[in-house]
């Protein structure tokens, strides 16, 4: 296969995750997605549920790596491909190499947690026995916009609260 190719298959299966964080989203949380594919077939898809479950670790990744074991019948995901909207975390990289994940494929990077280049590199750290090979910016104008536009509306609305809040405050104290 060529670069070109893997590079429309990688923005296809990215399309994907995206999909999955637009579900996160409507559900009120972070919008990040992820799907993982074994063989040219998605065998996995999922969105964050942090706030859904109540869950501090209901992160895309996991849950995902859950569904992909779960699939194959065995918690080493040989031959596998994840893909997700926002560079992994620390758990989530963590994770990722323990379930032996062969590429680990991200939109936009997280200046904040990121732990496949930003700030760590926990999927190439020479001192784990498992490295995973890392392919980043695969749509990453859309990933970045998405979570973007999610937190200046959550912003938005926090002002527009707090406005109307202080606005009854006002006619109270009349």
């Not at 549920?49 to 074991?69: C, K, S, V």
């Not at 990933?143 to 707090?162: T, V």
Request: aromatic residues 6%.
């Amino acid at each position: 296969m060529n670069s070109v190719d893997q590079i429309n298959i990688d923005q296809d299966y990215m399309r994907k995750a995206i999909d999955q964080a637009y579900i996160a989203e409507e559900n009120g949380d972070v919008p990040i997605g992820c799907v993982i594919v074994h063989e040219g077939r998605v065998i996995a898809k999922a969105y964050n549920e942090r706030e859904q479950l109540n869950d501090p670790t209901a992160h895309a990744e996991i849950i995902a790596l859950t569904q992909a074991a779960e699939f194959l019948g065995t918690w080493r995901l040989h031959g596998c491909t994840v893909y997700v909207t926002l560079e992994p975390c620390p758990m989530c990289a963590g994770a990722l190499v323990l379930a032996r994940m062969d590429r680990l494929v991200f939109g936009t990077e997280d200046p904040k947690t990121g732990s496949c280049g930003s700030i760590y590199n926990i999927v190439q750290d020479d001192r784990l026995n498992h490295h995973i090979e890392n392919t980043k910016g695969v749509l990453q104008e859309e990933c970045r916009e998405q979570l973007q536009a999610f937190f200046r509306n959550r912003r938005l609305k926090k002002s527009l609260e707090q406005a109307t809040s202080d606005a009854k405050d006002v006619r109270e104290s009349l």
